[in-house]
């Protein structure tokens, strides 16, 4: 199957290594993957900040970059989301109704693609340790995700997964929320955290990273041992 990435903007600049493992994965899965060197961002910042003729401007060489019809595959569920159910807000009664209905049929979030498109759950992937599973908003209530990250990390070898209190509540990050309730977000952040941590958990995983920044930085200024990794991170690993 010919699928095309799509890599957000702060994952090609801060977290490269997950957009690698996203091939690694896809390709293990038996996708030949291409990757449009010209896209850059969904327009989601500037949507969620009120500059919607700004996102407009975005969101439409975001449709131009990825024509076709192939699948487009994430390792977002925020970015994924955001292009399945908020395009068609941006553009609704225009003359590109329906190039965003057919986008939005195409995109997808990574674990939601591998389970529900592609039906694998096993990547023979392994990974020493304990994990607790963050459920973000986006993932949860954007791209009704919930079972698919479970599936697959019950199949990583060596890898016991927990359940911790309050799982689906928000981590605090929220994009330019964190910035405009700064106290809010870290006190979300520790809350999140701390559920994780009370589990015994050596690990916290999501399809976020974005939320896996925000609670990596409460951590890492609390001295904690607790590392956070993206999915695509984990069943990439043991190969």
């Not at 994990?131 to 990390?153: F, N, Q």
Request: hydrophobic content about 40%; proline content about 2%.
């Amino acid at each position: 199957m010919n699928v095309q990435l799509f890599i957000p903007c702060f994952v090609d600049q801060l977290f490269p290594a997950t957009a690698f493992n996203t091939v690694k994965v896809l390709e293990k899965a038996g996708c030949t993957v291409s990757y449009n060197t010209n896209q850059t961002c969904c327009g989601q910042p500037a949507f969620n900040a009120g500059f919607w003729d700004e996102a407009k401007s975005v969101c439409i060489k975001f449709l131009k970059d990825f024509t076709g019809n192939e699948y487009i595959v994430s390792p977002s569920a925020s970015c994924a989301g955001f292009v399945r159910n908020y395009y068609s807000k941006l553009f609704d009664n225009s003359s590109l109704h329906h190039e965003v209905q057919d986008i939005g049929k195409r995109v997808y979030e990574l674990t939601d693609f591998l389970v529900n498109v592609l039906q694998i759950e096993n990547f023979g992937a392994a990974l020493n340790g304990t994990a607790a599973y963050h459920d973000s908003c986006a993932g949860l209530r954007e791209c009704k995700i919930k079972t698919e990250p479970r599936k697959l990390l019950s199949h990583v070898r060596g890898l016991k997964l927990v359940e911790m209190n309050e799982a689906e509540t928000c981590c605090g990050f929220g994009g330019t929320f964190a910035v405009k309730f700064e106290a809010i977000s870290i006190a979300m952040g520790e809350q999140k955290a701390e559920n994780a941590l009370a589990t015994g958990a050596d690990y916290l995983i999501s399809t976020d990273l974005s939320c896996l920044m925000h609670l990596q930085g409460y951590i890492n200024h609390k001295g904690y041992r607790l590392k956070t990794l993206h999915i695509a991170d984990v069943l990439a690993s043991g190969w």
